[in-house]
């Protein structure tokens, strides 16, 4: 008997192991290429626009960034309403294949010199394509191993998603880092900026191949056999019976969208274009900060275990709303130490929000309406306050002449947020709901 039990926990060791790899790839890949777009941004201007006048020319390249980003809350309607019905598993072979396939095409297109205005043309509908298939990732990612994950531990298990998004935002920073570091300038502009989309595609291959190997979410397949085995029932639209969960969790997305594409999307360029560092120096000072989120971000997963949701997305507000304009003066006092300790210090403050609110998305929703639950107002977020990010902070800058304006954007997407953390109720430690308010789902599932 003890050794059947010690059996039976290794085999689960195993499987939990290959749900974190499986669902972290995908989110890599999303993000290794958000972020690769992002801290190549001053190159690509010059690659796929008029090189004229280079604020109109960055202006553009980050519009387009901003412009993909329409096509998300679309993405999430399909690819959650798809999740609930057909099982997560399909949903992100699918959405994997899609994603690495247009970023690598990226890596393909001519720059303007060659086709013309064909060239930002073709940047923007690949974008569009990859926007459009990585609004089903994240979320079916963070529910994948949410519904596996024991409940005293799904904070921490989550976690790993955050933690992937930002490995992809690391590899991203290393590649260009060393790329900028090794090549002059023409052949960055040539086909250097290239090689990061290019990795894409066989990310792509390794990912689906693990996601092949696992079965849909115990949770997902209780479901789906208790349906089976029952008189189906007139359910509620899982969209309109789930809005006002919805309208809670999208301000608390606010911060997270807006402080994810401000402090790892726009701060390089703010670096090199306000604190005057190298391209290669910008890049290795968020390369570094990103190690130490890395290594951050299981500490505040886990706290919010032991503590609550609640209290460690509070306590991410309340430290950004009170010293993020402070810091970005510092920040932009000028020196690599300098900028890297408050980078460090702004990213250990956001990972009180970003560490935690996987989990706490998951555990708001039941199972047959999880995935729409928590990929619309992610990705509604990730419009509203993700994608205009370093637009929005180019323009501040822009208009008030103040180098540290980037700030009131933190602090006004942190108020945001601490009001939906105020009005939801809190979900750490507790079963994954099985029943829905308006619906016939089966109780709530016993402990683990």
Known sequence: MFTSTRRSTAENRTVLRRVVAASGVGTLIEYFDYASYSYLATTMAVVFFP????????LSTFAVFALSFLVRPFGALLWGSLG??????????????????????????????????AAPALLLLLRIVQSFSASGEYAGAGIFIAEYAPDKKRGLLTGMVPMSSAAGFLLASTMTTTLYTVLPPEAMESWGWRIPFLVAGPLGLVGLYLRFRLEDTPQYRKIVEQEQNTRPATRRSPLLANLPGM???????????????????????????????SQADSNLVVTISLIAYIAIVPITASLSDRVGRKRTLIAACVLLIALSYPLMVVLSAGGMLLATVVLVLLLAMFSLND?????????????????????????????????????????LIARTGNPHSPAFFLIGVAVLSLIGVALAKETARKPLPDTAPHGPESSNPPRR
Not at 51 to 58: F, G, K, M, P, T
Not at 269 to 277: F, K, S
Not at 382 to 393: D, I, K, Q
């Open 247 to 277: 309208g809670k969790l999208l301000l608390v997305m606010a911060l997270n969208a807006g402080g994810y594409y401000l402090l790892l999307g726009y701060v390089p360029t703010y670096l090199i274009e306000q604190v005057g560092l």
């Open 84 to 117: 609930d019905r057909l099982g997560r598993k399909r949903i992100l072979a699918t959405t994997i294949l899609l994603m690495s396939g247009s970023t690598f095409a990226i890596g393909l297109i001519p720059g303007y010199a060659s086709i013309g205005v």
């Open 51 to 58: 090189a004229e006048d280079r604020s109109v020319a960055l």
């Open 355 to 395: 560490a935690v609110f996987p989990a706490f998305f998951a555990e708001t929703f039941a199972t047959r309406s999880r995935y729409l639950g928590f990929a619309l107002p992610f990705n509604v977020g990730a419009v509203l306050f993700g994608g205009v990010a370093p637009y929005v902070a180019t323009w």
